[in-house]
């Protein structure tokens, strides 16, 4: 009988169900991840078995003719959105949110209002997965079965509902930024002002400083409204500020419950999302009506499930510019070396997009893909080589890369997240001794543009991006959703379940397409 660990839920980067291999030359594998060195290959094969062995995951039988309908049956219960009636006695109302057209109009014989709808229904949804894999060895697969059978699966459909589960002028809704800053957060705030207004909500504030605006005494709630936010797209950072720490559930739901909150609206990462679901089990378990919507923000675009978060284009836009300068500074120097830093935690899709968006980069480094820095196929050997054919070379190096070749601290910040050594300034300093020690001139220019990258305003396709998010946030809280988070998938828009997206960070798959396409545009090798 083939059995095999199903994850709950449904393929993310790590649903790829390989079977984790040993050989007697230490070579390891599973699924894409191949590592050259047993120990190096450790800090990758432990995130997989975190996953797999989360007790959650139960095995599923692929000799079972009907195994394709347990794991739907499975996905749908994983994928469910959690709704205030699954613990309130809840009565809906029809809408107040119309968009001002005129009804009622006959167009070819027909009226148009009663033919057609401008609310989505319960029961539409986006497919999850639009690619059928042939085989587990396709580049990216991500597979459910040894086979890779394409299992079809969906995901809710956002948008607005034809019955709504408050009364627009018992609302009162909040709206709060929380972690680093992101581009885009003002927009997104805006949005939802607008639309809780258009529903005909009239008290809506904003929570100063991200979840220390709960409980700080001395910080007081700020009034929102169209007019007060009308212009705040204009420019970067949050209205409302944010803040990393601060978190005691029990306080903030008090708080919350003080305030007379019935709808509250969290613009954050990760950790902001697993707040998020603390404060709605909480909520529920002291039965409050309350709609909690997360709006998933992080310019490191790890979260999972979804196409992309808000922020991440702009960063990647900003992020290029400084390659182009490091660019300019190595090709005008005499074996000039530019080197680029940029943010990414645990996952370097900055570093990939913004090496692949300006074509300048030599080689790329992130967190996912382990490398040598010394020895024959080190970075510093090909840097040598970069030097004698080109005289110049440019590298762009993601925060969270190379940790394994650093000493680790083990201080953690405000959030509980770790303090990551600075790879950036090892390189640096790693490259010049190189140089130094074989007597060859080398000009390192090292940039590090940080918090550049996301205190801009959100450019163009961000700023779609915020205002489909935050309208749909808003149409989620007065469907009577709660506990969940919007996002966009396969260039749809869809609401998932907070838990569902908190599992694990979003990573750039070794084995993708889009990594393929970064290594051809570097023309980098392997540096283990
Ligand atoms: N596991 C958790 N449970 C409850 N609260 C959490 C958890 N992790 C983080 N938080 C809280 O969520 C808030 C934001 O967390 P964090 O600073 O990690 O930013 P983030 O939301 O992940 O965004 P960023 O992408 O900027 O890191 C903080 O106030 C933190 O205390
Ligand atoms: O200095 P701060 O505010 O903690 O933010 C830095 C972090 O924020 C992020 O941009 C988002 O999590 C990370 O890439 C980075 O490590
Ligand atoms: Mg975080």
Redesign the pocket.
């Known amino acids: 009988m083939a059995s095999h660990t199903l994850i709950q839920g449904f393929p993310s980067t790590y649903v790829k169900l390989g079977i984790l291999r040993s050989s007697s030359n230490g070579v390891r594998s599973w699924g894409s991840l191949v590592c050259r060195k047993k120990k190096r290959c450790k800090p990758l094969l432990m995130k997989i078995n975190a996953v797999i062995n989360d007790p959650s995951h139960s095995t599923i039988d692929f000799d079972d003719p009907d195994w394709k309908i347990h794991y739907q049956e499975k996905f749908e219960e994983c994928i469910r959105l959690p709704h205030l009636s699954d613990n309130l006695n809840v009565t809906p109302r029809h809408t107040t949110f119309s968009l001002k057209k005129r009804v009622g109009q006959v167009i070819n014989g027909i009226d148009s209002s009663e033919e057609k709808s401008d609310y989505v229904n319960d029961d539409d949804r986006a497919l999850l997965k639009v690619i059928k894999f042939s085989s587990p060895t396709s580049a990216g697969a991500e597979c459910i079965d040894p086979y890779c059978n394409w299992v079809e699966l969906w995901v809710h459909r956002a948008g607005p509902r034809k019955q709504i589960y408050f009364e627009p002028e018992n609302v009162k809704a909040a709206i709060v930024t929380?972690?680093?800053?992101?581009p885009g957060l003002n927009d997104v705030i805006r949005q939802i002002v607008f639309t809780l207004e258009v529903y005909g909500v009239k008290e809506i504030v904003g929570i100063p400083f991200?979840?220390?605006g709960f409980v700080d005494e001395e910080l007081t709630e700020i009034k929102l409204s169209r007019d007060i936010v009308q212009n705040i797209n204009l420019s970067g950072g949050s209205l409302l500020g944010?803040?990393?720490?601060?978190?005691n559930?029990n306080d903030i739901v008090d708080r919350i419950q003080a305030k007379n909150i019935s709808m509250l609206f969290v613009l954050?990462?990760?950790?902001?999302?697993?707040?998020t679901?603390?404060i709605h089990d909480e909520c529920q378990k002291r039965r409050m009506k309350i709609s909690i919507i997360c709006v998933p923000?992080?310019?490191?675009n790890?979260i999972l499930l979804m196409d992309k978060t808000f922020g991440f284009d702009t960063a990647v836009e900003e992020a290029q510019r400084a390659i182009n300068s490091a660019y300019i500074e190595a090709h005008s120097a005499y074996n000039g070396i530019g080197l680029v830093k940029l943010m990414g935690?645990s996952s370097g899709f900055i570093a990939m997009h913004a090496s692949l968006s300006s074509g300048q980069t030599d080689i790329c480094l992130i967190p996912e893909v382990p490398f040598d820095l010394e020895g024959q196929y080190g970075v510093l050997n090909y840097l040598e080589k970069l030097m004698q054919k080109k005289g110049s070379a440019v590298i762009c190096v993601a925060e969270g890369a190379g940790q394994d070749l650093l000493e680790r601290s083990n201080a953690t910040?405000?959030?509980?997240?770790v303090v990551l050594a600075d790879i950036g300034v090892y390189l640096q300093q790693n490259i010049k001794k190189h140089f130094k020690d074989l007597g060859i001139p080398a000009d390192v220019k090292y940039i590090d543009p940080t918090y550049m990258i996301r205190a801009v305003r959100a450019n163009a396709s961000d700023a779609i991006l915020c205002t489909v998010l935050g309208q749909n946030a808003v149409h989620g809280a007065f469907a009577g959703f709660s506990g969940i988070t919007v996002g966009i998938c396969n260039s749809h828009y869809v609401y998932l379940p907070i838990s569902e997206v908190i599992k694990s960070h979003r990573l750039v798959d070794p084995n993708s397409r889009m990594w393929h396409r970064c290594l051809t545009s570097t023309g980098q090798p392997d540096f283990i």
């Open positions: 929380c972690g680093g800053l992101c991200g979840y220390r944010v803040s990393r720490g601060g978190a559930i954050g990462g990760n950790g902001t999302h697993a707040g679901q603390a923000k992080t310019i490191d790890d935690r910040d405000a959030s509980g997240n």
